[in-house]
């Protein structure tokens, strides 16, 4: 049943009962209405109670209809909302824990609300590319007004139920239980007549036009490539400009459009891509965790510093353990600083401050770390080094604890070998700077044990980060990709682009940073050294050598002062630089090549079918488990443009046929070997199929 009816004395009650959030799919839709039919008709009915089971009253809609039929069959949300608005006897809705959109609609549509502390209320539509479309727009302001209404529209934040008690939103708050409370609330309104329905409220707003106008300006200003924003804005102001009906068709029109764009499909593609990324398909839900109390970090560099900050940020204590007491000294500085940074922007109490700086304490000695219950390594990306620091960790260690790399491309299983418990190691690969960055790739090593990869899965949701778990190979998902991106972007220089071109055409595209300024913001020698390493093992792979020449510049990037852009000390913006412009073209010389104009569509195109390629091959060989774990890849850690939806969905809304037709001819041109389309790629356009 995914709603249920109950008579309570002279009260009916309809409670939905769709887990996990109560979402109003077709089923609760129509269960809704003919609970209502059976309490307009039972005449020892006086008053209807709505409420939901579980932890939620609802979540709104059921985003997975969207892409189908079903989100609109009858009765449709619109019609559940007029059955209850225009009920003959009151209706009550009995709000806790989670109403959230069509959840809230609906609440909206009784003509009383009733609430429990804490209960997280929000239009949270505009997150997902839409705009609430059964009446959340018309009538949200009518309760709260129109700059309130506006902002949590707007925005989708949730407002917690107290914060609006004294808003026309609620008309009794209530301690204890719920239901009764509910019950005790309907009994006095049962013979009240006329009914209050939201509709009829009159927004009284002087000079609203002012307001609009700063809203679109603001707002739009803000928005970026997404349409909702502003769609949202046109809606609320139709609650003041036009009649309530005419609103309302408004809003329905404005919810078709944007429920169809693409923007909208790549956020409910991300919606839905995070959190089937925690499932992994042989660890079984209830896999019992190995509790992480406390924790220890090698390596007090950048890296060890960001990871630390983010367990400490999660209330976990956290050991630092250093070599050098100078090393370990400068690296608790800096997170020092970090946090006073954070202290000084107002986003951050005295007391976290406080609370967080103690939560990090610093060592020399491995056995101080020994009973820590996870400890990661974060030392330097060779594998020698990594297998003196796991030795060690195999001596000091507890039994049972977790022992992680953060290597970003090294092998897993070889790592584990150095110990004499691969079930305990797994690989955790934070992404620069870790306390910032959401990614946090979880490899899984082939003797990896069930419960440490559900432990590390579920603490990555404890400290608030995308954990997406990969098999083991060079590079995991996002590394191994980015190769091939970089292989491309090095080409193009060759061939005629400069860095500033191959930026601008990625950026445009909606990326946060092109390849080059990414590369000088991480530091050129990182991939320097990676290359030397990789391309030992493999001497028949081509990429181009204008990074290794950069690098034998010194320019490795903006800790240097100069990478492929020069800067200026203490600026981060970037300049192009002539020094490098001129050893790009005098390396073309070299190899013989005339430098061509390149469009920016063939920069992209490169660039992201290089990416979709390697995808394609990392699925195949079920290195991801799904193709919207390497979109989540991308989204958290790659700045790939969220509208667009990572690299697989992008491919897919382009049609695959149209990527192969591409790489085709691509393949014709220089290092055509690149453009060997992978036999996934090739099998689902031929079906019709797509990635996701
Ligand atoms: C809307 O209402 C449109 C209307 O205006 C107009 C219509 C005409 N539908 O996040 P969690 C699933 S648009 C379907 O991990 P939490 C979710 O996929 C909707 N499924 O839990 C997951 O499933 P699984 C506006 C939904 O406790 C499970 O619930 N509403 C929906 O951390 C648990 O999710 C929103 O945008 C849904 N609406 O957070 C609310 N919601 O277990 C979006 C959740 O299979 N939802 N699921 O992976 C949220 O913000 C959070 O899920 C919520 C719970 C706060 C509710």
């Excluded at 026309?168 to 239980?177: H, S």
């Excluded at 169809?260 to 839905?272: I, N, P, V």
């Excluded at 890296?303 to 050098?324: D, S």
């Excluded at 150095?418 to 797994?426: A, E, K, L, N, Y």
């Amino acid at each position: 049943m995914s709603a249920e009816y109950q008579v309570k004395g002279n009260i009916a009650v309809i409670t939905l009962n769709n887990p996990p959030v109560n979402g109003l799919g077709h089923a609760s839709r129509a269960a809704v209405v003919e609970g209502m039919q059976q309490a307009l008709q039972d005449e020892a009915i006086t008053a209807i109670v709505i409420t939901g089971a579980g932890k939620a009253f609802s979540g709104g809609a059921d985003i997975k209809e969207f892409n189908s039929t079903k989100a609109f069959a009858e009765p449709s949300l619109q019609t559940v909302i007029n059955v209850i608005e225009n009920a003959s006897k009151p209706v009550i809705a009995a709000i806790h824990s989670v109403c959230m959109g069509g959840g809230l609609e609906l609440a909206l549509a009784c003509h009383y609300r009733v609430a429990t502390a804490g209960a997280q209320i929000a239009l949270p539509e505009v997150k997902l590319g839409i705009l609430p479309g059964a009446g959340g727009t018309q009538r949200l302001p009518r309760v709260l007004g129109l700059e309130m209404a506006l902002n949590m529209i707007v925005s989708g934040t949730p407002v917690v139920s107290e914060k609006l008690a004294k808003t026309g939103l609620f008309n009794q708050m209530l301690e204890g239980d719920l239901m009764q409370g509910a019950i005790d609330f309907a009994n006095t309104v049962a013979a009240t007549r006329p009914l209050p329905r939201v509709r009829d409220i009159k927004i009284d707003y002087p000079n609203h036009e002012a307001f609009l106008q700063f809203s679109r300006n603001t707002v739009g200003a803000m928005a970026g490539p997404f349409p909702a924003p502003l769609k949202c804005v046109e809606a609320v102001a139709a609650a003041v400009t036009m009649k309530f009906d005419d609103g309302i068709q408004l809003e329905r029109q404005l919810f078709l459009e944007l429920v169809q764009s693409t923007e909208s499909k790549a956020l409910r593609h991300a919606f839905f891509g995070e959190r089937a990324a925690g499932k992994i398909p042989d660890v079984p839900e209830d896999t019992p965790l190995r509790p992480i109390k406390s924790v220890a970090v090698i390596g007090a560099g950048t890296m060890g510093g960001g990871i630390a900050m983010n367990f400490a940020n999660a209330g976990i204590p956290v050991q630092i353990l250093e070599m050098k007491q100078e090393a370990l000294d400068k690296g608790l500085a800096t997170i020092r600083k970090n946090y006073e940074n954070t202290l000084k922007k107002g986003k951050l109490t005295q007391e976290k401050f406080e609370q967080r700086l103690a939560l990090i304490t610093g060592t020399m000695s491995y056995q101080d770390i020994a009973q820590a219950d996870l400890v990661i390594e974060a030392v330097f990306e060779e594998m020698g080094v990594k297998q003196q620091v796991f030795k060690k960790l195999d001596e000091v260690m507890k039994p049972g604890a977790i022992m992680a790399s953060n290597t970003s491309t090294l092998d897993v299983d070889m790592i584990a070998s150095f110990t004499q418990r691969p079930q305990d190691v797994i690989g955790m690969h934070f992404f620069s700077p870790a306390n910032v960055m959401k990614l946090l790739e979880i490899v899984r090593g082939k003797a990896t044990a069930k419960d440490v990869l559900a432990t590390v899965m579920a603490l990555s949701k404890k400290i608030k980060k995308t954990g997406v778990v990969s098999g083991v190979c060079d590079g995991f998902i996002g590394n191994r990709m980015i190769e091939q991106y970089s292989r491309q972007a090095g080409f193009l220089l060759e061939e005629g682009c400069t860095p500033e071109q191959v930026d601008k055409a990625v950026e445009k595209l909606g990326f946060a940073m092109g390849p080059f300024r990414m590369g000088d913001l991480a530091g050129n020698d990182i991939g320097w050294a990676i290359r030397k390493r990789r391309y030992i093992d493999k001497p028949l792979v081509t990429y181009s050598k204008t990074a290794d020449l950069l690098c034998e510049l010194g320019r490795y990037g903006q800790k240097t002062g100069a990478g492929w852009y020069d800067y200026k000390p203490g600026d981060r913006k970037a300049y192009p630089s002539q020094v490098v412009n001129d050893m790009i073209v005098q390396h073309s010389a070299d190899l013989g090549i005339a430098r061509r104009n390149i469009s920016d569509q063939e920069i992209t195109e490169r660039l992201i079918f290089s990416l979709v390629n390697e995808g394609a091959h990392i699925l195949e060989e079920g290195i991801a488990m799904r193709a919207s774990d390497i979109d989540m890849v991308y989204l958290s850690g790659y700045g790939f443009p969220l509208h667009r939806g990572g690299p697989m969905f992008y491919a897919d809304t382009l049609g695959l046929p149209n990527v192969i037709m591409a790489m085709d001819k691509y393949a014709k041109g220089r290092h055509g070997d690149a453009w060997k389309v992978a036999a996934l790629l090739a099998k689902l356009a031929k079906e019709g199929k797509t990635f996701n």
